[in-house]
T-cell receptor, first 114, second 111 residues
Framework: NAGVMQNPRHLVRRRGQEARLRCSPMKGHSHVYWYRQLPEEGLKFMVYLQKENIIDESGMPKERFSAEFPKEGPSILRIQQVVRGDSAAYFC????????????FGEGSRLTVL | QKEVEQDPGPLSVPEGAIVSLNCTYSNSAFQYFMWYRQYSRKGPELLMYTYSSGNKEDGRFTAQVDKSSKYISLFIRDSQPSDSATYLCAMSDTGGFKTIFGAGTRLFVKA
């Protein structure tokens, strides 16, 4: 039973380029969260999605960031026109849908913007 | 004021010591309280999970929740070098799925 799969694990982009981060939740899980973690800081909520729906995107910057979780395929976090401040680890987490808040995390995608 | 406050440490203890990690929070709606452990350059993994107030024990780990004081704790008995990691407290409210994390406390257990 595979866990939450994230790719790429490491991504290097130059300022102004686009970054796409992918997340496949655990089998049977229909809810996906994206969190951002800066060095020496905790996890900051970005967005919560169910299949084909954005439930809560209150933690996501209004510009340049978008997320989707299509009916088929992985969830994608997209960052357009990246800036150096976007350099961080981005973690995806899934849960089966029960109202417990118990999250299962992937290994993260580490974005470096040059 | 942050919703969840956690001392980032670092906390350094000798092997075998009892470790106490704590968080305070401001949102009285939180009902689910978790502790996650995160090793360097890895994803967080759920360590302990508690609903509402009370204690929960799992091996060398004990989680305590005091909702009246808005204070949660994680105790680690007989700490081991393999316990060296960052410990993140987390909480969510009833009916909501959004989990809020503390900043994490870095723990070093010296052999």
């Amino acid at each position: 039973n595979a866990g939450v799969m994230q790719n790429p694990r490491h991504l290097v982009r130059r300022r102004g380029q686009e970054a796409r981060l992918r997340c496949s939740p655990m089998k049977g899980h229909s809810h996906v969260y994206w969190y951002r973690q800066l060095p020496e800081e905790g996890l900051k909520f970005m967005v919560y999605l169910q299949k084909e729906n954005i439930i809560d995107e209150s933690g996501m910057p209004k510009e340049r960031f978008s997320a989707e979780f299509p009916k088929e395929g992985p969830s994608i976090l997209r960052i357009q026109q990246v800036v150096r401040g976007d350099s961080a680890a981005y973690f995806c987490a899934s849960l089966p849908g029960a109202n417990t808040g118990e999250l299962f995390f992937g290994e993260g995608s580490r974005l470096t913007v040059l | 004021q942050k919703e969840v406050e956690q001392d980032p440490g670092p906390l350094s203890v000798p092997e075998g010591a009892i470790v106490s990690l704590n968080c305070t929070y401001s949102n009285s709606a939180f009902q689910y309280f978790m502790w996650y452990r995160q090793y360097s350059r890895k994803g967080p993994e759920l360590l302990m999970y508690t609903y509402s107030s009370g204690n929960k024990e799992d091996g060398r780990f004990t989680a305590q929740v005091d909702k009246s004081s808005k204070y949660i704790s994680l105790f680690i008995r007989d700490s081991q070098p393999s316990d060296s990691a960052t410990y993140l407290c987390a909480m969510s409210d009833t009916g909501g799925f959004k989990t809020i994390f503390g900043a994490g406390t870095r723990l070093f257990v010296k052999a």
